[in-house]
Each structure stands twice: as structure tokens, then as C-alpha cells.
């Protein structure tokens, strides 16, 4: 390999894909044993998965599912989430966060984020939670946790407002903390892992996420006083799988195929196939996590002297998964951070957005929002840039990625 200092590196053309997956033998081959032990629906692999995370969360159960969607809206549904009610969360995230409360019926808020943050205004979240608030959904961005501290002391100070609607809100005796973070498995809250800081906690293994089971999600949940963790786990196994009464596992027992409809609910188990890719990669999270901190801390060090705004991943209060490397582009604005996308794609590097602000998609200005009211998203907006990050980067690729965008920067001055 040529040294990084070579001159002929400048002349060297890399195809650098935005965000492949990390699939080894390890991953095939606990598929391959999965495929050939005949069972490949949700089964033995995925409970096992489930007590791994569970494990890895610090958390008493967790519950798989076929993706973070599906935990986000399953658990605004045990939570009693509905009609007449309002769940707040940010302008500034994927669709998924906010449309699952539209799917229960409940009306979305939305609120900006802070001042040349990727994060919620903490203030105007505040303001926004009424006598009809039942749950924040908090965006974890790029693997990097919100402020839970300062979120949990406002739902504590708005605690007169609350008005619970069934016997699991009565519990909390406020307004419930839901994590939508599909960006942090692994990410770290002043020394709490995520999947056990926020009230409940919904995760992505998405093909392009950290941990990967194709596709897939889970949610954890922080012990709650007088309530059964089994009950809350047997909630979602009925919610995810008909309301059927018995699982197929259970139903596989001689004699044991008679079950009942408890109510007409939803499909959206995870199976054993992707359960097993998920127990490979966990067994390597710690050194994938690693690899991406290494990568991290290089775009650091190589784009330190350029014009850009970089996401902190890591301080003294956050450990981030690393999930994603955001940028901005200084003092630009759409159309130049359109033209380095085009340019970065001429050079063979992909590069993404992250987010289109939702009140900016059809769907939501349908629903009556407007991005004039969320001038710090757009602002974020704007000139954002999410360059490649994926473990089977090495430090070359890189280094070109950093060498090819201060070249179009640079080209631009001139």
C-alpha cells in the first residue's frame, strides 16, 4: 500500500459506498446452522437474541421485533396511546418516529431543535407538553444520546398536567420517555448504556445500521414499580403475533396446538434467520464499536482546519455508537451542499442526508405543518452532509474521503 503521505494518492480513484454492512463467516455460518436446524420463524434463536440484548442493555427483557417501527408503535399501543391523545417529537428525524403516531390515532407534535443542533429544543419541548401529552418520543442522532437528564426533569415538572388513560401509565404518573434509538445501540449516557435510560428504547438492525439482522428492531424497557416485566413482555408478544395466545414455538409441543385470538392485533415477530445474524454481530459489537471510533476520531484529526460544523460524538457525558458522521458545510446552503454530494459521487464516495426535516415531506404538510416553523431544522438542514462511515473502511479510505472533499471545498474558494 502507498504511504499516506505519497503525492500520488491525490490521483488514486477509491469507490467508497456509504454504508455496507459488516457480514463474515461468522454471520453466514450461524445462518447456515440456523437454515439447517429447521426452524427458521421466531424460535429458539430469537428468545436467545432477546436475552442477549437484554444483557447488553443492562435491562431485565427485551422483545425483537421486525424493526424499530414496529417497537415504537407497539409500545405506544401497550402504553394505551390513542385517539384524543398527543405524542411530541422532533421536526428534525426519519418518518418513522413520527408516524407511528399517526398510526394510533394520536395527534403529532412536533418541535425544532436547539440552535445549530441535530437535537430537539429542550425549552420549546418543554412548552410543548400539554394535559393531552402521553409520551416524548427523544431522537437519538448519529449515536449520540439526547439529554435525558434534562427531559426526565421536565416530564417530572409537568407531572401535574398528566392524566393517565390505563393501569400502565397510572404507573409512571407522568409523561412517559420513549427513545427512538435506532442510532445508539452501544451509545453510552453518562455512564448508562442506551436501552436503559429512557423509560422504553427502540432500536433498528437495519442493513445499514451498527448491528444488523437484515432487517429487524428491539425495545427495551427500565423496570417499572409494581409492574410485571412479564406482563409488559407477554404484551408485545401478543401485540406482535395476531394476539395469538400461544407462539408457534409453543404450539410445536405434543399436544399443545390449541390456542386463542385474544384480539385482532399485528404482525411483526423477528425470526430465526435474522436473529442469528444479529447473535454473530453481537458476539463482535465490541470491536465493531471500536473500529468506528477509530474511524471517527480520524475524520476528526484530517478535517479539523476545514470550514465544516462536526458532530461530537464523544465527551465527557456521551460514548456514541458511531453510527453516523454529520457535517456541515459552514455558512452554505442547499445548493452548495447539493453540488459537494455530486461532486463527492464523481469521485466515487456516496454521501447522504441526515434528515430532510419532516415538515418538509408531502405527508406532513398534508398534516398541517410548515417548515417556516422549524427554522433551526432547516438551518440544520441546509448545509448538512453525512459522510461514509462502516467498519471495513480502512484508515486509506478515509484519508481519500477527507482528501477528496477539502479539494471540492478548496476548489469553491478559488
Not at 328 to 347: H, I, P, Q, S
Request: hydrophobic share 40%; aromatic share 10%.
Amino acid at each position: 500500500m502507498l504511504n499516506s503521505n505519497n503525492s500520488e494518492l491525490s490521483d488514486i480513484w477509491k469507490l467508497i459506498p456509504f454504508s455496507p454492512p459488516d457480514i463474515t463467516d461468522h454471520e453466514i455460518n450461524e445462518v447456515i446452522d440456523t437454515l439447517k436446524s429447521g426452524w427458521i420463524t421466531t424460535g429458539p434463536k430469537t428468545k436467545e437474541f432477546e436475552r442477549q440484548i437484554a444483557r447488553w442493555t443492562n435491562t431485565s427483557k427485551a422483545v425483537c421485533l421486525n424493526s424499530a417501527t414496529a417497537a415504537m408503535e407497539l409500545t405506544l399501543r401497550i402504553l394505551g396511546v390513542g385517539e384524543g391523545d398527543e405524542v411530541i417529537t422532533s421536526a428534525y428525524t426519519y418518518t418513522s418516529t413520527a408516524s407511528v403516531i399517526h398510526h394510533v390515532g394520536a395527534k403529532i407534535v412536533l418541535v425544532d431543535t436547539a440552535k445549530d443542533s441535530f437535537l430537539m429544543n429542550y425549552e420549546q419541548l418543554e412548552n410543548a407538553i400539554t394535559s393531552k401529552t402521553k409520551v416524548i418520543i427523544a431522537v437519538d442522532i448519529g449515536g449520540v444520546m439526547c439529554d435525558y437528564d434534562k427531559i426526565f426533569a421536565m416530564v417530572k415538572r409537568k407531572k401535574g398536567l398528566f392524566h393517565p388513560s390505563n393501569d400502565l401509565q397510572k404507573a409512571f404518573g407522568r409523561v412517559v420517555v420513549l427513545a427512538d434509538a435506532a442510532h445508539s445501540f452501544g451509545a453510552v449516557y453518562k455512564g448508562y448504556k442506551s436501552g436503559g435510560v429512557a423509560d422504553f428504547t427502540c432500536f433498528s438492525f437495519h442493513a445499514v445500521k451498527n448491528l444488523t439482522t437484515g432487517e429487524g428492531g428491539a425495545v427495551t424497557w427500565r423496570d417499572i414499580p409494581d409492574v410485571s416485566n412479564e406482563e409488559i413482555y407477554q404484551q408485545y408478544m401478543l401485540f406482535s403475533l395476531h394476539g395469538q395466545s400461544k407462539d408457534a414455538l409453543a404450539k410445536t409441543r405434543l399436544g399443545s396446538w390449541e390456542y386463542d385470538i385474544l384480539y385482532p392485533a399485528y404482525k411483526s415477530n423477528m425470526t430465526d434467520i435474522m436473529a442469528s445474524i444479529g447473535l454473530a454481530q453481537l458476539k463482535r459489537y465490541e470491536s465493531l464499536l471500536a473500529r468506528r471510533r477509530e474511524i471517527i476520531e480520524l475524520y476528526d484529526r484530517e478535517l479539523a482546519d476545514e470550514p465544516l460544523d462536526i458532530l461530537t460524538h464523544y465527551d465527557a457525558d456521551h460514548f456514541s455508537s458511531g453510527h453516523l458522521y454529520l457535517v456541515r458545510l459552514r455558512g452554505k446552503d442547499e445548493t452548495f451542499r447539493n453540488y459537494v454530494m455530486e461532486r463527492m459521487a464523481e469521485k466515487g464516495i456516496a454521501t447522504n442526508v441526515h434528515f430532510k426535516p419532516l415538515p418538509m415531506h408531502s405527508a406532513y404538510k398534508n398534516l398541517g405543518f410548515d417548515i417556516k416553523d422549524f427554522p433551526n431544522a432547516y438551518d440544520v438542514y441546509r448545509n448538512e452532509l453525512t459522510l461514509p462511515l462502516y467498519t471495513s473502511m480502512d484508515d486509506e479510505d478515509v484519508k481519500y474521503v477527507c482528501r477528496s472533499l477539502k479539494a471540492i471545498l478548496d476548489e469553491s474558494h478559488g
